[in-house]
């Protein structure tokens, strides 16, 4: 295989092509995968909802029962492939990369998938508070009767935002590292900040309840001040470097 800097544009499109076809053939053997685990997933997912809901879930309509399978079949397949794809994703960018570069992106990765999964643990406690409330409104001869479709639609958005929104921490490290921003602007603009984390909020919730907009919310105010801590040690720790190399270069 030649090496990366002498290959032309149209090997880099055969190489991309070739990885994409291979990460496209692991998705579907992960959807074969899925559609088996996906009843016993369909039952994990539902468990908050008979320990902290009143009610039934339900198939309103004659395909929902199908179409809940397959969605949890294709989630399922795109998570059994994942670390697949990256190592594909790792494989195309790599020759790409400078040495220096390279020996980042495994801590990166590593500290990615720990927040990632970290957010979805914590939606996966706090769920069972949010449907709770949501389930408190029964009353006075009202019965929770939720359809099973929209219930594994909102859990999994849920997991999925968490995961995603935790990533802030690595954002703001990664920005603030590089010197691209520095911690100075964040705890400057605090108060921005919280107001804009808030409407984000409300406009990612799918729900309207004031519960589920705060449980997402106070995370993010949470890591955006650890972001700003740990953002601030980086500095520290780069400024120290770099005055003990040029106090080197001086004794020189």
């Known amino acids: ?31 074969i995968a899925g559609l088996l ?20 879930l339900a198939l309103l309509a004659p395909g929902d029962g199908f179409v809940v399978q397959i969605k949890i ?32 992106i495994g801590p990166i990765a590593l500290v990615s998938t720990l927040l990632f999964f970290g957010g979805v643990l914590f939606a996966w406690l706090v769920l069972p508070a949010a449907l709770g409330f949501l389930g408190s409104f029964a009353q006075f001869g009202l019965q929770n009767f939720w359809s099973l479709r929209n219930y594994i639609s909102l859990v999994v958005f849920l997991l999925l935002a968490f995961g995603v929104i935790f990533q802030l921490p690595l954002v703001m490290g990664v920005l603030m590292a590089t010197g691209l921003v520095p911690a100075q602007f964040f705890r400057r603009n605090r108060r921005y900040a919280i107001v804009i984390i808030f409407i984000l909020a409300a406009f990612a919730t799918p729900t309207t309840d004031m519960l589920t907009m705060l449980l997402m919310a106070f995370p993010l105010v949470f890591l955006y001040e650890i972001s700003i801590i740990v953002g601030t040690i980086i500095q520290r720790k780069r400024q120290t470097e770099s005055e003990e190399y040029e106090a080197g270069l001086s004794s020189d």
């Open 37 to 56: 685990l996906a009843p016993k997933v369909q039952g994990f997912l539902c468990t908050p909802f008979h320990r902290a809901v009143p009610g039934t």
């Open 1 to 31: 295989m030649a090496k990366a800097g002498t290959l032309s544009f149209w090997d880099h499109l055969e190489e991309l092509r070739r990885r994409l076809l291979w990460s496209l053939a692991a998705i579907v053997v992960g959807i």
């Open 73 to 104: 079949a294709l989630l399922l397949g795109v998570i059994i492939a994942a670390p697949f794809i990256a190592f594909q994703l790792w494989g195309f960018v790599r020759p790409g990369l400078k040495p220096n570069e390279r020996k980042y």
